[in-house]
């Protein structure tokens, strides 16, 4: 299970990403610039990512997986 939290202005901010079991690909599902993409997450482990909107579009709730995820 991934803990999502999300921080900005709807054109820039942060995502911080955790997990407590082994997270296999971490993808947002969005159509912007993040400062990484397509990473794994080792269980306890947290990573923050920063992000900003393509041609200054605001943004809402930005989308986040995993390959592993259970469904």
């Given at each position: 299970?991934?803990?999502?939290?999300?921080?900005g202005d709807g054109t820039s901010g942060t995502i911080?990403?955790?997990?407590?079991?082994?997270?296999?690909?971490?993808?947002?599902?969005?159509?912007?610039?993040?400062?990484?993409?397509?990473?794994?997450?080792?269980?306890?482990?947290?990573?923050?990512?920063?992000?900003?909107?393509?041609?200054?579009?605001?943004?809402?709730?930005?989308?986040?997986?995993?390959?592993?995820?259970?469904?």
């Open positions: 299970r991934l803990s999502v939290r999300q921080v911080a990403v955790a997990t407590d079991h082994y997270a296999r690909v971490v993808t947002f599902d969005a159509d912007m610039d993040f400062s990484d993409n397509y990473f794994d997450l080792l269980p306890g482990e947290e990573r923050t990512i920063r992000w900003r909107t393509v041609g200054g579009r605001p943004a809402g709730t930005i989308p986040v997986y995993c390959w592993n995820a259970a469904e």
